[in-house]
């Protein structure tokens, strides 16, 4: 090898280490990234691989120094204007260094300015005879690392550095490259010409350029070329597939004649308006548009646009054509008669060989049926296919316009987060299969707990979500609907799934967040309601919490309670009392079995504050169950003694527990286990049974009644009142609602009331009694009108079992000695 040309290429990296040379940088305006080598960004501080902006960088040199640095960089990223400034750098080691900052635009292959580049020169003492190389270096175009083709010539045009890219571009390794001209990689047609180009300006110490010539090594290349010492620095770049574009446009010119597509060619004038105007459309464009090409030659092709007409797209093609670039979109235009299409629109610049733009290519095709067909599956998109509720998507549209983050009016509501309680294990153990089928009821019970209007969307998995909304169409108070609503929710989802040959059980865990009051965004929403959710997870399942502080304490109240009830179920802290019922005559005909329970700490909780927490937890079931087998059990111990024998004992059956699927047969069970007439039993059942499923409910009667056990409808005619289902239910009695009873002798209506019930009963042949009868004037009332039976302090409070065989004795005495009907024994 030539020692002067190693030595050229040593001189090279001498001087820039002499430089102080810090590191090269590359802003790209289009992304807003800055990219910097390695030594600039250790100077920095920056950990690898890390990527600022230009703005982060900034912050870097010293406050003072900031703006004029800032203000030479966009000056040269808008009109070129290369910069030399000296400024401070705050360095890693926490050091002040003034350093020098060198750059230039940089362009894209169609010559506007896509960034800029520079080096960073450390600023040493004894002078600045480095940065006048520093400069140079610059002017080539961000050489040494700028990711381009990059090369330097000696004053024969011999090659004495090339970087890695260089290397590539050429096909030979660095070694081979070395002491090799120039221009023997060119063909030989054109290796003459460049040649003396060459021989020109290096002699004249004057930049070249050269441009897509056709290369030994299957290229064309475009060079430019720098003075730099006593040679030339290159740049080198592949403009092959830009050539071959540019073929590409000239054989379509030649050919659209005989295209199915639309075609435009309009002059190379700039988008803004009037814009440039129309020299040729072909016959595809007269069929589909319905204009003639007299009627759109010499203008702009604006008169295709109208009222839907994407803007968005329209920016998109305005600043696509500003760059001199390809751009493609689907737009909609319309016909000469009005009728909107959509079309795929491919506009592309068509340039002359002296790489001057001259025309604007537009093919269009018809793609109206594909849009067609694409907004039907938009449609569907929305819409989750197994459960055919609104997906993830579709609620999030629908809650930036309730929040009002799509610029609408904001409104009040709910939004209530709703999954299943160990819906893994039902797919575990049964398959996806059935747990889809699990979904799909649940979807539907879900549908029917809200109203017209809200919205029950299904996220993913087992996770659901409601939407209720205050709107002029379907006003509500968000927390009131709340509370109604979930509580349908918990109630509806814990009834028991018939899946293909297995019955399944489960629960929901349910978070709720109202909105309105205050601006949240969606994700704030979305986050409280899952939040809350999972904090009725954590509190024990099949339970609600509000994400709103205030209501939250109410909600872990409840959570404590049920969790003391659990606990209380655990450790035997329940027990039953029975309360009395007599006939006319003060002869104790029965007993109704009462839950207590009676906390260490809470002390006497009463049932109205307990019984709704054991609905809620689903522990009512097995506690419903314990009551019942200890009912059977009292009836079997007084059928051995004939002075109790006659004694009936009425159950309280809560809804739940009734449509537990299991509980005719529980019933049934229990009956036999005692050996106790069923007849002696009777199960008192609540008017909210009768509110839906009234099918269901009255085929488990017959089967009770079937059986023998005894049906009463507990606190009749402050539910569901309604005559017409009375005459379809198997029934054996009608219980008078305390609240009737209190006021019976002062209340007219109250009395009214209850003299209907006693009629009704009387005519459908039922027994009829009055709970909650504390005096003897309440008494006498309603036996004058026809009833018979009673309960009530008047004549005796709940009481333990031991009590309650003392009261019967006393009672039982007492009726034998005709003693007075009122006044218990044991109080």
Known sequence: MDPAISNNASDLLQLVERSAFIGFWRLDARQGQLHWSEQLARMHGAPPGYTPTFENSLDHYAREHRAELEAAVRRCEQDGTPFDVEVQIDSIEGRRTWVRCVGQAWRDGNGAIAGVEGLVQEIAPAGYEAGTLMRHTVSMGGALGSGEAFATIDRQGRISYANEQAEQLLGLDNESLLGRKIWSFFQK????????????????????????????????????????????????????????????????????????????????????????????????????????????????????????????????????????ERVRVDIINYTKSGEPYWVDLDVSPVWDELRRLTHWVAVGRDITERKTAEEKIQYLAFYDPLTQLPNRQNLLDRLNQAVGEGGGTAHEGALMFIDLDNFKVLNDTLGHQKGDLLLQQVARRLRNCVAKGDLVARLGGDEFVVLLENTADKPLEPLTAAQAVSQRILEALGEPYVLPGYLHH?????????????????????????????????????????????????????????????????????????????????????????????????????????????????????????????????????????????????VNVSVRQFRHPEFVSEVTAAVRKAGVPPGRLKMELTESLLADGLDVTVAKMRNLKDMGVGLSVDDFGIGYSSLSYLKRLPLDELKIDREFVKDILTDSNDAAIATTIIGLGRSLGLEVIAEGVETEEQRDFLASRGCHRFQGFLYCRPLRLAQLEAFIDASSAAVAGEAPRSGAAVS
């Open 189 to 324: 047609r054109v290796r003459m010409q460049v040649e003396e180009h060459f021989r020109v300006a290096l002699e004249q110490r004057r930049t070249i350029e050269l441009e897509e010539l056709d290369a030994q090594v299957s290229h064309w290349l475009e060079v430019r070329g720098f003075p730099f010492g006593a040679g030339m620095a290159l740049h080198l770049r592949d403009v092959t597939s830009r050539r071959e574009e540019q073929r590409h446009l000239r054989l379509l010119e030649g050919s659209i004649a005989r295209l199915n597509d639309i075609v435009i060619i309009t002059e190379a004038a700039p988008f803004r308006a009037p814009g440039p105007r129309i020299v040729f459309v072909n016959d595809a464009f007269e069929r589909r548009t319905g204009y003639t090409r007299e009627e759109v030659v010499g203008h702009s092709p604006r008169f295709l646009q109208g009222p839907e007409t994407q803007r968005a797209q329209l920016d998109r093609i305005r600043a696509a054509l500003e760059q001199w």
């Open 506 to 650: 489960s629960t929901c865990s349910i978070g709720v967040t109202l909105f309105g009051k205050l601006p949240s965004s969606v994700s704030e929403l979305l986050k409280q309601a899952d939040l809350a959710m999972y904090q009725a997870k954590a509190g024990g399942r099949n339970a609600v919490r509000f994400f709103d502080p205030e209501m939250q304490a109410v909600a872990s109240a409840n959570a404590a309670l049920a969790a003391d009830l659990r606990q209380a179920w655990r450790e035997n802290q329940l027990r039953i009392e029975y309360q009395p019922q007599v006939d006319a005559g003060g002869r104790m005909v029965g007993v109704e079995a009462l839950l207590r329970w009676e906390h260490p700490t809470r002390g006497t909780v009463q049932p109205a504050d307990f019984i709704p927490t054991a609905e809620e937890t689903s522990l009512i079931i097995p506690i419903g169950h314990w009551v019942l087998e200890a009912a059977c059990a009292q009836l079997a111990a007084w059928a051995e003694r004939p002075d109790r024998r006659h004694l009936c004992i009425s």
